[in-house]
Protein backbone atom coordinates (compact mmCIF):
# COMPACT_ATOMS: atom_id res chain seq x y z
CA UNK A 1 0.00 0.00 0.00
CA UNK A 2 1.02 3.63 -1.14
CA UNK A 3 1.71 6.19 1.52
CA UNK A 4 -1.53 8.64 1.01
CA UNK A 5 0.34 10.98 2.68
CA UNK A 6 3.01 11.23 -0.02
CA UNK A 7 0.54 10.84 -2.44
CA UNK A 8 -1.70 14.16 -1.10
CA UNK A 9 1.60 15.91 -0.70
CA UNK A 10 3.32 15.62 -4.75
CA UNK A 11 0.11 13.68 -6.52
CA UNK A 12 1.68 14.68 -9.81
CA UNK A 13 5.01 13.32 -9.26
CA UNK A 14 3.61 10.06 -7.52
CA UNK A 15 0.88 9.50 -10.73
CA UNK A 16 4.57 10.37 -13.37
CA UNK A 17 6.24 7.35 -11.70
CA UNK A 18 2.93 5.22 -11.71
CA UNK A 19 2.23 6.11 -14.84
CA UNK A 20 5.89 4.73 -16.00
CA UNK A 21 3.76 0.92 -15.20
CA UNK A 22 0.73 1.71 -16.73
CA UNK A 23 0.01 4.72 -18.86
CA UNK A 24 -3.74 4.42 -17.69
CA UNK A 25 -3.19 4.18 -14.07
CA UNK A 26 -5.42 7.99 -12.94
CA UNK A 27 -4.90 9.11 -9.05
CA UNK A 28 -8.60 11.38 -9.50
CA UNK A 29 -10.76 8.94 -7.83
CA UNK A 30 -8.77 8.61 -4.90
CA UNK A 31 -7.98 11.90 -4.52
CA UNK A 32 -12.02 12.90 -4.50
CA UNK A 33 -12.64 9.99 -2.09
CA UNK A 34 -9.97 11.60 0.15
CA UNK A 35 -11.09 15.30 0.07
CA UNK A 36 -14.76 13.74 0.70
CA UNK A 37 -13.12 12.06 3.45
CA UNK A 38 -11.66 14.64 5.00
CA UNK A 39 -15.05 16.92 4.81
CA UNK A 40 -16.94 14.49 6.36
CA UNK A 41 -14.32 13.87 8.77
CA UNK A 42 -14.31 17.21 9.70
CA UNK A 43 -17.93 17.54 9.52
CA UNK A 44 -18.12 14.71 12.48
CA UNK A 45 -15.45 16.37 14.76
CA UNK A 46 -17.33 19.70 14.39
CA UNK A 47 -20.97 17.86 15.46
CA UNK A 48 -19.08 15.48 18.29
CA UNK A 49 -17.59 19.30 19.45
CA UNK A 50 -21.22 20.29 19.63
CA UNK A 51 -23.03 17.62 21.36
CA UNK A 52 -19.71 18.02 24.07
CA UNK A 53 -20.56 21.25 24.91
CA UNK A 54 -24.57 21.04 24.88
CA UNK A 55 -23.69 18.03 27.47
CA UNK A 56 -21.60 20.75 29.85
CA UNK A 57 -24.84 23.60 29.03
CA UNK A 58 -27.57 20.53 29.77
CA UNK A 59 -25.59 20.14 32.99
CA UNK A 60 -25.38 23.47 34.10
CA UNK A 61 -29.33 24.22 33.13
CA UNK A 62 -30.04 20.68 35.09
CA UNK A 63 -28.81 22.43 38.05
CA UNK A 64 -30.35 25.68 38.10
CA UNK A 65 -33.61 24.20 37.46
CA UNK A 66 -33.98 26.05 33.93
CA UNK A 67 -36.05 22.36 32.47
CA UNK A 68 -37.69 24.03 29.83
CA UNK A 69 -34.61 25.73 27.93
CA UNK A 70 -33.06 22.25 29.36
CA UNK A 71 -35.39 20.13 27.09
CA UNK A 72 -35.09 22.65 24.29
CA UNK A 73 -31.44 21.89 24.10
CA UNK A 74 -32.03 18.28 24.65
CA UNK A 75 -34.31 18.22 21.80
CA UNK A 76 -32.28 20.36 19.71
CA UNK A 77 -29.39 17.48 20.43
CA UNK A 78 -31.50 14.92 19.51
CA UNK A 79 -31.35 16.22 15.80
CA UNK A 80 -27.64 16.87 16.23
CA UNK A 81 -27.03 13.06 17.14
CA UNK A 82 -28.77 11.98 14.52
CA UNK A 83 -27.18 13.84 11.89
CA UNK A 84 -23.72 12.89 13.47
CA UNK A 85 -24.56 9.06 13.11
CA UNK A 86 -25.41 9.13 9.16
CA UNK A 87 -22.22 11.82 8.91
CA UNK A 88 -20.44 9.06 10.39
CA UNK A 89 -21.82 5.69 8.61
CA UNK A 90 -21.36 8.40 5.37
CA UNK A 91 -17.30 8.40 6.97
CA UNK A 92 -17.05 4.68 7.19
CA UNK A 93 -18.06 4.09 3.33
CA UNK A 94 -16.35 7.06 2.14
CA UNK A 95 -13.08 5.41 4.29
CA UNK A 96 -13.84 1.86 2.65
CA UNK A 97 -13.71 3.02 -0.73
CA UNK A 98 -10.79 5.01 0.14
CA UNK A 99 -8.78 1.94 1.27
CA UNK A 100 -10.45 -0.30 -1.86
CA UNK A 101 -8.59 2.45 -3.90
CA UNK A 102 -5.32 2.83 -2.12
CA UNK A 103 -5.29 -1.48 -2.19
CA UNK A 104 -5.63 -1.72 -6.22
CA UNK A 105 -2.79 1.10 -6.44
CA UNK A 106 0.64 -0.86 -7.63
CA UNK A 107 3.88 -0.25 -5.80
CA UNK A 108 5.84 3.12 -7.26
CA UNK A 109 8.77 1.52 -9.45
CA UNK A 110 12.44 2.53 -8.77
CA UNK A 111 14.24 5.05 -9.97
CA UNK A 112 16.46 2.56 -11.73
CA UNK A 113 14.00 0.61 -13.42
CA UNK A 114 13.20 1.15 -17.25
CA UNK A 115 9.97 2.21 -18.04
CA UNK A 116 7.07 0.02 -19.14
CA UNK A 117 6.94 0.13 -22.83
CA UNK A 118 11.28 -0.85 -22.48
CA UNK A 119 12.98 -4.01 -22.56
CA UNK A 120 14.68 -5.87 -19.92
CA UNK A 121 17.93 -5.30 -19.39
CA UNK A 122 20.43 -7.94 -19.39
CA UNK A 123 22.74 -7.71 -16.39
CA UNK A 124 25.12 -10.03 -16.84
CA UNK A 125 25.26 -14.26 -18.31
CA UNK A 126 27.13 -17.13 -16.99
CA UNK A 127 28.63 -19.62 -18.88
CA UNK A 128 28.16 -20.05 -23.05
CA UNK A 129 24.73 -21.63 -24.19
CA UNK A 130 25.88 -25.39 -24.44
CA UNK A 131 26.20 -26.75 -28.19
CA UNK A 132 25.19 -30.34 -29.40
CA UNK A 133 25.79 -31.96 -32.70
CA UNK A 134 22.19 -33.30 -32.82
CA UNK A 135 19.36 -30.66 -32.24
CA UNK A 136 18.65 -30.58 -28.93
CA UNK A 137 15.26 -32.25 -27.93
CA UNK A 138 12.42 -30.44 -25.63
CA UNK A 139 12.40 -31.38 -21.71
CA UNK A 140 9.23 -33.49 -22.29
CA UNK A 141 10.04 -35.91 -24.44
CA UNK A 142 13.38 -36.80 -22.76
CA UNK A 143 11.84 -37.17 -19.18
CA UNK A 144 9.18 -39.20 -20.57
CA UNK A 145 11.70 -41.57 -22.40
CA UNK A 146 13.37 -41.77 -18.81
CA UNK A 147 10.74 -42.49 -16.94
CA UNK A 148 11.23 -39.23 -14.80
CA UNK A 149 7.87 -37.48 -15.33
CA UNK A 150 4.14 -39.41 -16.43
CA UNK A 151 1.79 -36.31 -17.11
CA UNK A 152 -1.01 -38.84 -18.40
CA UNK A 153 -1.34 -39.95 -14.29
CA UNK A 154 -0.89 -36.95 -13.41
CA UNK A 155 -3.27 -35.44 -15.89
CA UNK A 156 -5.70 -38.62 -14.57
CA UNK A 157 -5.34 -37.97 -10.71
CA UNK A 158 -5.94 -34.03 -10.90
CA UNK A 159 -6.02 -32.18 -14.58
CA UNK A 160 -4.06 -31.07 -17.06
CA UNK A 161 -0.81 -29.31 -16.24
CA UNK A 162 -0.44 -30.94 -12.79
CA UNK A 163 3.06 -32.72 -13.02
CA UNK A 164 3.68 -35.95 -11.54
CA UNK A 165 7.54 -36.81 -11.02
CA UNK A 166 8.41 -40.78 -11.19
CA UNK A 167 11.33 -42.55 -10.23
CA UNK A 168 14.69 -40.63 -10.42
CA UNK A 169 12.68 -37.77 -11.83
CA UNK A 170 10.91 -37.66 -8.03
CA UNK A 171 14.29 -38.59 -6.19
CA UNK A 172 16.07 -35.91 -8.42
CA UNK A 173 13.35 -33.24 -7.54
CA UNK A 174 13.54 -34.39 -3.87
CA UNK A 175 17.17 -33.89 -3.97
CA UNK A 176 17.24 -30.48 -5.46
CA UNK A 177 15.00 -29.01 -3.28
CA UNK A 178 16.80 -30.56 -0.11
CA UNK A 179 19.80 -29.61 -1.33
CA UNK A 180 18.73 -25.48 -1.86
CA UNK A 181 17.41 -25.65 1.06
CA UNK A 182 20.34 -26.64 3.22
CA UNK A 183 22.75 -24.45 1.55
CA UNK A 184 20.71 -21.25 2.54
CA UNK A 185 20.77 -22.16 5.69
CA UNK A 186 24.42 -23.54 6.70
CA UNK A 187 26.05 -20.73 4.25
CA UNK A 188 23.23 -18.37 3.55
CA UNK A 189 22.20 -17.67 6.95
CA UNK A 190 18.57 -18.10 6.41
CA UNK A 191 15.90 -19.37 9.49
CA UNK A 192 14.55 -22.75 7.98
CA UNK A 193 10.33 -22.60 7.82
CA UNK A 194 8.13 -25.29 7.11
CA UNK A 195 4.77 -22.99 6.47
CA UNK A 196 1.17 -24.09 6.16
CA UNK A 197 -0.04 -23.97 2.59
CA UNK A 198 -3.07 -22.33 3.20
CA UNK A 199 -3.37 -18.75 3.98
CA UNK A 200 -6.30 -16.51 4.98
CA UNK A 201 -7.86 -13.66 3.27
CA UNK A 202 -5.96 -11.38 5.66
CA UNK A 203 -2.26 -12.73 4.81
CA UNK A 204 -3.14 -12.19 0.49
CA UNK A 205 -4.29 -8.56 1.73
CA UNK A 206 -0.88 -8.04 2.98
CA UNK A 207 1.30 -9.70 0.24
CA UNK A 208 -0.37 -7.77 -2.20
CA UNK A 209 -1.97 -10.84 -4.19
CA UNK A 210 -5.39 -9.44 -2.93
CA UNK A 211 -7.40 -7.64 -3.93
CA UNK A 212 -6.01 -7.70 -7.49
CA UNK A 213 -5.23 -11.07 -7.88
CA UNK A 214 -8.20 -12.59 -6.17
CA UNK A 215 -9.18 -15.08 -8.94
CA UNK A 216 -5.70 -15.91 -9.90
CA UNK A 217 -5.61 -18.25 -6.61
CA UNK A 218 -7.15 -21.68 -5.50
CA UNK A 219 -9.88 -21.44 -2.80
CA UNK A 220 -11.55 -23.09 -0.21
CA UNK A 221 -14.10 -21.08 0.04
CA UNK A 222 -15.92 -23.02 2.76
CA UNK A 223 -12.74 -21.96 5.51
CA UNK A 224 -11.87 -18.75 3.87
CA UNK A 225 -8.63 -20.04 2.99
CA UNK A 226 -6.42 -20.45 0.18
CA UNK A 227 -3.83 -21.75 -1.52
CA UNK A 228 -0.49 -20.54 -1.41
CA UNK A 229 0.89 -19.47 -5.22
CA UNK A 230 4.43 -18.28 -3.55
CA UNK A 231 5.60 -18.35 -0.09
CA UNK A 232 6.86 -14.96 -0.21
CA UNK A 233 2.51 -14.25 0.92
CA UNK A 234 3.51 -16.72 3.66
CA UNK A 235 6.92 -15.02 5.22
CA UNK A 236 5.58 -12.11 4.73
CA UNK A 237 3.08 -12.05 7.70
CA UNK A 238 5.35 -13.58 9.70
CA UNK A 239 5.89 -10.43 11.65
CA UNK A 240 2.65 -9.24 10.71
CA UNK A 241 1.32 -6.72 13.37
CA UNK A 242 4.55 -6.65 15.27
CA UNK A 243 7.50 -4.01 15.67
CA UNK A 244 10.62 -5.44 15.20
CA UNK A 245 14.00 -4.13 17.33
CA UNK A 246 16.84 -2.53 14.92
CA UNK A 247 19.39 -4.81 15.88
CA UNK A 248 17.39 -7.81 14.88
CA UNK A 249 16.98 -6.97 11.30
CA UNK A 250 17.77 -7.82 8.82
CA UNK A 251 15.60 -11.08 9.38
CA UNK A 252 15.76 -13.68 6.76
CA UNK A 253 13.77 -16.52 6.28
CA UNK A 254 14.17 -19.18 3.63
CA UNK A 255 10.97 -21.79 3.56
CA UNK A 256 10.11 -24.54 0.61
CA UNK A 257 6.41 -24.83 -0.29
CA UNK A 258 4.96 -26.41 -3.40
CA UNK A 259 3.20 -23.61 -4.53
CA UNK A 260 -0.57 -23.44 -6.92
CA UNK A 261 -1.21 -21.34 -9.46
CA UNK A 262 -4.26 -21.27 -11.77
CA UNK A 263 -2.83 -19.91 -14.69
CA UNK A 264 -5.88 -18.97 -16.65
CA UNK A 265 -5.24 -18.64 -20.56
CA UNK A 266 -3.36 -19.93 -23.17
CA UNK A 267 -0.04 -19.98 -23.32
CA UNK A 268 0.98 -22.41 -26.34
CA UNK A 269 4.16 -23.75 -25.80
CA UNK A 270 4.84 -22.63 -22.13
CA UNK A 271 1.72 -25.09 -21.48
CA UNK A 272 4.02 -28.00 -22.44
CA UNK A 273 5.90 -29.57 -19.78
CA UNK A 274 6.96 -28.14 -16.89
CA UNK A 275 7.24 -24.51 -18.36
CA UNK A 276 3.78 -23.38 -17.17
CA UNK A 277 2.28 -25.41 -14.22
CA UNK A 278 -0.23 -25.24 -11.69
CA UNK A 279 1.76 -27.01 -8.80
CA UNK A 280 5.48 -26.45 -8.67
CA UNK A 281 7.67 -26.99 -6.20
CA UNK A 282 10.14 -23.80 -5.11
CA UNK A 283 12.65 -22.43 -2.37
CA UNK A 284 12.04 -19.41 -1.29
CA UNK A 285 13.97 -16.23 0.18
CA UNK A 286 12.51 -13.86 2.32
CA UNK A 287 14.37 -11.00 4.33
CA UNK A 288 13.15 -7.95 6.82
CA UNK A 289 15.38 -5.19 6.20
CA UNK A 290 15.95 -1.39 7.21
CA UNK A 291 15.37 1.26 4.49
CA UNK A 292 18.91 2.16 3.79
CA UNK A 293 19.92 -2.07 3.73
CA UNK A 294 17.20 -3.21 1.13
CA UNK A 295 18.70 -2.31 -1.74
CA UNK A 296 22.00 -4.28 -1.29
CA UNK A 297 19.94 -6.53 0.45
CA UNK A 298 18.19 -7.57 -3.51
CA UNK A 299 21.76 -7.87 -5.06
CA UNK A 300 22.32 -10.35 -1.56
CA UNK A 301 19.66 -12.46 -2.94
CA UNK A 302 20.02 -12.52 -6.59
CA UNK A 303 23.52 -13.55 -6.11
CA UNK A 304 22.33 -16.27 -3.66
CA UNK A 305 19.94 -17.55 -6.76
CA UNK A 306 22.69 -17.55 -8.83
CA UNK A 307 25.05 -19.85 -6.71
CA UNK A 308 21.96 -22.54 -7.24
CA UNK A 309 23.08 -22.29 -11.15
CA UNK A 310 26.70 -21.75 -10.99
CA UNK A 311 27.23 -25.43 -8.83
CA UNK A 312 25.04 -27.05 -11.45
CA UNK A 313 26.86 -25.77 -14.04
CA UNK A 314 23.89 -24.31 -15.82
CA UNK A 315 24.30 -21.10 -18.44
CA UNK A 316 21.75 -18.70 -17.30
CA UNK A 317 21.51 -14.52 -17.49
CA UNK A 318 20.12 -12.25 -14.79
CA UNK A 319 17.78 -9.61 -15.92
CA UNK A 320 16.48 -5.91 -14.80
CA UNK A 321 12.55 -6.36 -15.43
CA UNK A 322 11.05 -2.69 -16.57
CA UNK A 323 8.13 -1.00 -14.76
CA UNK A 324 5.00 -2.74 -16.70
CA UNK A 325 6.28 -6.39 -15.95
CA UNK A 326 6.98 -5.68 -11.88
CA UNK A 327 4.36 -7.29 -9.60
CA UNK A 328 1.73 -5.35 -8.26
CA UNK A 329 4.27 -5.05 -4.88
CA UNK A 330 7.68 -5.02 -5.99
CA UNK A 331 9.51 -1.55 -6.35
CA UNK A 332 12.22 -3.73 -8.48
CA UNK A 333 12.66 -7.09 -9.56
CA UNK A 334 15.54 -8.79 -10.94
CA UNK A 335 14.99 -12.27 -12.67
CA UNK A 336 17.34 -14.67 -13.28
CA UNK A 337 17.04 -16.85 -16.48
CA UNK A 338 18.60 -20.14 -17.14
CA UNK A 339 18.67 -21.77 -21.36
CA UNK A 340 16.47 -24.40 -22.62
CA UNK A 341 18.20 -25.39 -25.58
CA UNK A 342 15.13 -27.99 -26.45
CA UNK A 343 13.17 -24.42 -26.88
CA UNK A 344 15.82 -22.28 -27.42
CA UNK A 345 14.82 -19.70 -25.08
CA UNK A 346 15.50 -18.37 -21.86
CA UNK A 347 13.17 -18.74 -18.99
CA UNK A 348 13.03 -17.19 -15.56
CA UNK A 349 13.68 -19.62 -12.65
CA UNK A 350 14.40 -17.00 -9.80
CA UNK A 351 12.55 -13.34 -9.39
CA UNK A 352 14.03 -11.71 -6.82
CA UNK A 353 12.10 -8.52 -5.75
CA UNK A 354 12.40 -5.41 -3.43
CA UNK A 355 8.93 -4.95 -2.36
CA UNK A 356 10.22 -1.29 -0.13
CA UNK A 357 7.72 -0.28 2.30
CA UNK A 358 4.80 -1.49 0.39
CA UNK A 359 3.82 -4.72 1.85
CA UNK A 360 4.96 -3.72 5.26
CA UNK A 361 2.51 -0.81 5.34
CA UNK A 362 -0.17 -3.36 4.56
CA UNK A 363 0.54 -5.62 7.28
CA UNK A 364 1.53 -2.84 10.08
CA UNK A 365 5.33 -4.19 10.10
CA UNK A 366 7.70 -1.67 11.59
CA UNK A 367 10.98 -1.80 13.54
CA UNK A 368 12.32 0.50 16.17
CA UNK A 369 15.70 2.29 15.37
CA UNK A 370 18.38 2.05 17.25
CA UNK A 371 18.57 4.97 17.81
CA UNK A 372 15.17 6.23 19.02
CA UNK A 373 12.53 7.93 17.57
CA UNK A 374 8.86 6.59 16.10
CA UNK A 375 9.08 3.14 14.65
CA UNK A 376 9.40 3.12 11.28
CA UNK A 377 8.37 0.79 8.48
CA UNK A 378 10.66 -2.34 7.79
CA UNK A 379 11.21 -2.76 3.86
CA UNK A 380 10.33 -6.72 2.48
CA UNK A 381 11.76 -8.62 0.10
CA UNK A 382 11.85 -11.34 -1.63
CA UNK A 383 13.11 -14.45 -4.03
CA UNK A 384 13.14 -17.86 -5.47
CA UNK A 385 15.65 -19.91 -4.92
CA UNK A 386 15.04 -21.81 -6.98
CA UNK A 387 11.77 -22.90 -8.25
CA UNK A 388 12.32 -26.61 -9.07
CA UNK A 389 10.18 -26.85 -12.12
CA UNK A 390 11.82 -25.20 -15.03
CA UNK A 391 14.79 -25.74 -12.98
CA UNK A 392 14.58 -30.17 -13.65
CA UNK A 393 13.87 -29.22 -17.57
CA UNK A 394 17.05 -26.97 -17.67
CA UNK A 395 19.14 -29.63 -16.07
CA UNK A 396 17.54 -32.20 -18.57
CA UNK A 397 17.93 -29.91 -21.56
CA UNK A 398 21.19 -28.65 -21.00
CA UNK A 399 23.04 -31.85 -19.99
CA UNK A 400 21.31 -34.30 -22.55
CA UNK A 401 23.35 -36.54 -24.84
CA UNK A 402 22.64 -38.42 -28.47
CA UNK A 403 21.00 -41.24 -26.80
CA UNK A 404 18.53 -39.39 -24.87
CA UNK A 405 20.25 -40.28 -21.49
CA UNK A 406 21.35 -37.02 -19.49
CA UNK A 407 24.77 -36.40 -17.85
CA UNK A 408 24.66 -35.38 -14.20
CA UNK A 409 26.10 -32.41 -12.71
CA UNK A 410 28.85 -33.91 -10.24
CA UNK A 411 26.89 -32.64 -7.10
CA UNK A 412 23.51 -33.94 -8.30
CA UNK A 413 25.36 -37.13 -9.21
CA UNK A 414 26.41 -37.45 -5.64
CA UNK A 415 23.49 -36.79 -3.77
CA UNK A 416 21.87 -39.45 -6.14
CA UNK A 417 24.47 -42.11 -6.64
CA UNK A 418 24.84 -42.19 -10.08
CA UNK A 419 26.61 -39.83 -12.83
CA UNK A 420 23.46 -40.33 -15.70
CA UNK A 421 19.93 -40.77 -15.86
CA UNK A 422 18.74 -43.28 -18.48
Known amino acids: MLDLRLIRSDPHRVLARLQRRD ?6 PLLARDEERRALS ?3 DDLRHRQNEASERIAALGREGRQAEKDLL ?7 AAE ?3 VEEQLQEVERALEDLLLSLPNIPHESVPGGTEEKVILRTFGEPPEFPFPPRHHVSLAQELGLLDPDRG ?3 TG ?5 YVGDGARLEFALLHWMFELHVREHGYTPVLPPILANRASFLTSGQFPKFASEVYACPEDELFLN ?3 EALLVNLHRDETLAEDDLPRKYVAYTPCFRREAGTYGEEQRGLIRVHQFNKVELFQYTTPETSYAALEEIVRQAEVILQRLGLHYRVALLPAGDLAQ ?7 VEVWLPGQNRYYEVSSCSNCEDYQARRGNIRYRPAAGGKPRFVHTLNGSALATSRLFAALLEQNQRSDGTVVLPPLLADLLGQETLG
Do not use: N, S
Request: hydrophobic letters at 45%; charged letters at 30%; glycine letters at 0%.
Open 329 to 335: QAAKTVD
Open 74 to 80: LTAMREV
Open 23 to 28: PTLDLT
Open 160 to 164: ARFPM
Open 84 to 86: RKR
Open 155 to 157: AKV
Open 42 to 44: QKA
Open 229 to 231: PTA
